[in-house]
Nanobody, 124 residues
Framework: QVQVTESGGGLVQAGGSLRLSCAPS??????MGWFRQAPGKEREFVAAISWGGGSTWYTESVKGRFTISRDNDKKMVYLQMDSLKPEDTAVYYC???????????????????WGQGTQVTVSS
C-alpha cells in the first residue's frame, strides 16, 4: 500500500501563508488530494490535482486562497495556503484517490492511503 507523509504545518497569524508538502512512497500515475479535519467536525475535501497537473479541484471556501501543485520530478505534491483564516485551522491530510480514474470526487471514501496529517493553526 502506498504511504504518504505530510509536512509543513504550523502556527500562523490570520492573513499569513503556509505551504504544505506531501510525499507519497509511490508516485506512479496518481492524482492526489488534500483534506482537512477540524476538532469535532467531519473530514472535508480541500483540493485535488490530476496526475499531469492539468486539472485541479477546490472546495469553494479556499478558491482564490489555496493553490495545489505537484512536481512529478521531485515526487511531491504541495498545497500553498495564502490569506489564511482562523476557520482554516485543522489537521491537513494528503490522500490518493481510489480506482483508476479520478474525476473530481470530494468524498473521503473515494480516497485511500491517508497520511498522519499535519496541524495547521491560524490565530486571529
Amino acid at each position: 500500500q502506498v504511504q504518504v507523509t505530510e509536512s509543513g504545518g504550523g502556527l500562523v497569524q490570520a492573513g499569513g501563508s503556509l505551504r504544505l508538502s506531501c510525499a507519497p512512497s509511490d508516485f506512479t500515475n496518481y492524482a492526489m488530494g488534500w483534506f482537512r479535519q477540524a476538532p469535532g467536525k467531519e473530514r472535508e475535501f480541500v483540493a485535488a490535482i490530476s496526475w499531469g497537473g492539468g486539472s485541479t479541484w477546490y472546495t469553494e471556501s479556499v478558491k482564490g486562497r489555496f493553490t495545489i501543485s505537484r512536481d512529478n520530478d521531485k515526487k511531491m505534491v504541495y498545497l500553498q495556503m495564502d490569506s489564511l483564516k482562523p476557520e482554516d485551522t485543522a489537521v491537513y491530510y494528503c490522500a490518493i484517490p481510489l480506482g483508476t480514474y479520478y474525476r473530481g470526487s470530494s468524498s473521503p471514501t473515494d480516497f485511500g492511503s491517508w497520511g498522519q496529517g499535519t496541524q495547521v493553526t491560524v490565530s486571529s
